[in-house]
């Protein structure tokens, strides 16, 4: 399932999703001391579209993955929601609570 900013995602900007995916990648690889190439072998995926995530030029994310690697980086929804900037969290603070409790019960919509 690809991630197509609807549904839950709705209220993140397209452009704040990039960029908390690019800096999961970046946590994910720096707290197991892998490289890129590593990371994408062990989530079977390509080293160009690992790449294109980690710095933002595609919209189109893989959700197995994405999570994968939420959970390789050992961040929770939570966690990666303080990396949007104050003013997106404080502007969708109770949408982002229902979106992580969601998330943490494996129920999230896309």
Known sequence: MNIDFGGDFAVIPKEEIT????????????????????????????????????????????????????QLAGMSMDEAFNLLPQQVRDNNADRLRQVAIKANAGRITF
């Open 19 to 70: 960029k908390i995916i690019g800096e999961v990648i970046a946590r994910a690889t720096a707290k197991q001391g892998w490289s890129i190439a590593e990371l994408t072998r062990r989530v079977g995926k390509g080293p160009s579209t690992l790449h294109r995530w980690k710095q933002g030029t595609t919209a189109s994310y893989d959700l197995g993955t994405v999570v994968e690697i939420f």
